[in-house]
């Protein structure tokens, strides 16, 4: 057969399937009207083929079309309800009926699994908790060492993922019970024995997992040994939050081992919180487990080191960052030749004061993505008389938290995206006052006299107590 036959017999085909298709439409006239009606009996396979190709958003529309096609796709509703009202009842529910929902069927459990295990907040450190609307998480602790073979034994008659949430509590308990300090430790000692052995077996299935060491009563080494093992097993991890990991024996010992004992690269993990923990066992973290590229989410507080800093310049797309950190630190990650994508930043300045000049400037080269900063105490942010704050460029900055300042407010004003400003301690001399633009008339059934109202109209909300000279105390809040 020549190519121009193949062209031919081609052609001939597309013709056949065009009339074939034609033949579903009926043409009527109604009056002088000429219109199309779709026989939709006449093509089922052909509509639900259409059905599995819409996107979840159309496919409800696609019952009110038609009687039939109601009928016929009314098995297959449960493959886009879920995905449309899953969060709703995730959120509304309480956590023993959602576990409930799971149990009405497969596709039920697929979908709601789904969600719990892959919402976005999951991800979110400590501070976002109380701006991100979050669906609750089903987290699966462990405090004792005999809830680990309970779990062993539950698990013999169940098949797939043991975790509906993926996410995991270790916290060793100590007993109600009086006991002599041998035997507390030879319990904390196989409690973390067993906790080691259930991360081997079922690691492989966490997303996020707590280690919280607050409550040990073995040596800071022992219980670095212990938390690294468990993460050998953990290949999958999003979310790591370590708390409490202290080492007397000083930072040598750590370095001593971990040269035998390697970490491995966690190279799913996103969000990383340390709390409270040796600085040097955080640096093998941050240098071993972290994938500098990969690193979304960084909360690290009381780690007794600033040596981290290094790695920390490293996280290229970094977007939430909360540390304790002096204002020079922040200059150094403000230089760097890549600025991660900063959008939140909470940040607790070891430095006693820090003036806005140089806080602004360290400020502006994340201007592009910061939406939201914190300024923790005790440290306070001094807003010199007389200096020009007009050059402060965050225009996409919505939140503002200081939790005390020394000086005028009136450089909010260039902040033209702002809609939460929260200001915990003010002070500002009487001699510079009736120089401010922004001026404050008292408690907070006078808030709304207050001329910032006209002069920032995006401000939406407004916590702020305001000393005057040595005795005239104001409040405004919303």
């Known amino acids: 057969m020549t190519s121009q036959n193949c062209h031919d017999l081609e052609i001939e085909n597309q013709n056949d399937n065009f009339h074939k298709l034609e033949n579903v439409f009926d043409y009527e006239t109604n009056g002088n009207v000429g219109y199309r009606s779709i026989l939709a009996g006449a093509v089922r396979e052909v509509w639900l083929n259409v059905f599995q190709k819409l996107d979840e958003s159309d496919k409800t529309a696609f019952f009110r079309a038609d009687a039939k ?3 016929w796709v009314a098995s297959k509703r449960t493959l886009f309800l879920i995905p449309e009202v899953g969060p709703i009842l995730l959120k509304t529910l309480p956590k023993t009926v959602s576990l409930q929902c799971r149990e009405l069927c497969r596709s039920w459990t697929k979908e709601l699994d789904h969600l719990v295990q892959t919402h976005s907040s999951h991800l979110c450190i400590y501070s976002e908790n109380d ?4 669906i609750p998480k089903q987290i699966s602790g462990f405090y ?6 309970k779990f062993h034994q539950d698990m013999k008659t169940h098949q797939g993922n043991p975790f509906p949430g993926r996410t995991i509590d270790l916290d ?11 035997e507390l430790v030879r319990l904390c000692e196989d409690y973390w024995l067993n906790a080691t052995q259930f991360c081997e077996k079922y690691g492989a299935h966490v997303h996020d997992i707590t280690i919280d060491t607050f409550d040990s009563c073995l040596t800071g080494m022992e219980m670095i040994g212990n938390v690294s093992r468990c993460l050998l097993y953990l290949p999958n991890l999003k979310k790591l939050h370590l708390s409490g990991i202290r080492n007397a024996d000083g930072s040598n010992s750590i370095r001593d081992y971990f040269r035998m004992n390697t970490l491995p690269q966690l190279a799913n993990l996103e969000t990383l919180e340390v709390k409270e923990t040796d600085g040097t066992f955080l640096d093998v973290i941050l240098s071993s487990c972290c994938l500098p590229s990969k690193i979304k989410r960084l909360f690290l507080l009381s780690t007794y080191s600033m040596g981290y800093f290094e790695d920390v310049f490293n996280f290229v797309n970094l977007e939430v960052l909360e540390v ?10 403000a230089d760097q030749e890549l600025v991660p994508p900063l959008s939140k930043l909470y940040l607790k300045f070891l430095n006693k004061q820090v003036s806005a000049v140089h806080l602004f400037n360290a400020l502006e080269p994340f201007s592009d993505s910061l939406t939201q900063f914190k300024m923790k105490e005790p440290s306070k942010l001094v807003v010199p008389h007389a200096v020009d704050l007009e050059r402060i460029k965050l225009p996409k900055l919505e939140r503002l938290y200081i939790f005390k300042l020394k000086g005028s407010v009136d450089f909010v004003l260039q902040l033209t995206s702002l809609t939460h400003l929260e200001i915990v301690k003010s002070k500002i001399e009487q001699e510079h006052l009736d120089g401010c633009l922004v001026k404050f008339y008292g408690h907070e059934k006078r808030m709304y006299e207050s ?3 006209e002069l920032l109209p995006s401000l939406q909300t407004l916590l702020s107590r305001v000393t005057i000279s040595k005795n005239s105390l104001k409040n405004l809040s919303t």
């Open 324 to 333: 304790d950190l002096y204002i020079q630190n922040l200059q150094q990650m």
């Open 144 to 149: 004792f060492a005999d809830w680990f073979q």
């Open 69 to 71: 096609w109601n009928d």
């Open 451 to 453: 001329n910032i109202w």
């Open 131 to 134: 701006e991100v609307s979050t």
């Open 172 to 182: 060793w308990y100590e007993p109600e019970e009086e006991m002599e300090e041998e």
